[in-house]
């Protein structure tokens, strides 16, 4: 197909602040030289005519859980006039990390979690320390860990939450994470792209509204076997049947050394292109290809 016309979906602070999404420029002269006809667009931008490309394409959207509902309805429209990436049904489950019931119940390992929504009874652990977070959330957004004596500030950090309408999950503190970190593995087009490591975000103290640095000392790693097995088994089960074109699962230990999921990004991950340049032609090559297919 001659110049595939391709949206890059990207926010109004990328925009002000480019050096943000370093994936996007890349990608961008890539399709470019890929003889495709790609443009960067906020989601919330009125003027783009979605229904003008052959694909679009969620990047860099890292403002949506501000106005998630407004983002799920906006992911609706867009697949309605033309082919998303990725498709709808898999956006409205994975802006909420509740999918991580779901992941569990399909096998896949993940962090035990519970979840505390506005009006539960507040039941903290009483050993251990624990992390406490929102379900829709991102760059460790109001998150932070907690030893069971610190019991107070996290029952104030909960009642803030649930005021401003969010639910929270309380997981173990993964003290592995210290020390091995936190492994993504990234994929495009059904292939393994890379992995990248990065050190633990959460140092104790640190108050939950304050900002964290939420990629410290990243670098690429290679993946274990059963990292491997286990990302591919969380990839299947969130896409549940529908086409993937990228995703990133994030991974930390267990106390018994086994990789647990911490996340699936199947929104708008990072993809630390610039760590790995021969991932962008595979990249490139599956958003020219979905782009062809929707012609078809
Ligand atoms: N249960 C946990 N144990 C250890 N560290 C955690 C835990 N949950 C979150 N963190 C730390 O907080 C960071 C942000 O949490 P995460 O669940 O990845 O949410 P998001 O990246 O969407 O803000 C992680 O990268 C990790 O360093
Ligand atoms: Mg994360």
Redesign the pocket.
Known sequence: MAFPRIALVTCREVVKDPDWDRDLPLVLKALEEAGADPVALCWDDPRADWGAFDLVVIRSAWDYFESVDEFVAWADACADVTLLANPPDVVRRNVD?RYLGDLSRAGVPV?ETRYLAPGDRVELPEEGE??L?PTV?????F?A?YRPQERDIAVRQLARMHAEGMTA?V?????S?DVKG?RALHFAGGRFLHATR?????APGTPYDHD?T?HPGLRVCEPTAAELAVAESALAAGAAGSDLLYGRV?L?DGDDGTPLV??L?LVEPHLFLHLRPASLPVFVAAMVDAAAGRRV
């Open positions: 990390k962090v624990f992390v977070k959330g991102a760059g460790a957004r998150t860990r999950m997981q173990p503190y993964l003290r994470v936190e990065k050190s633990a975000v959460l964290k939420p994030d930390v911490m996340e990004e």
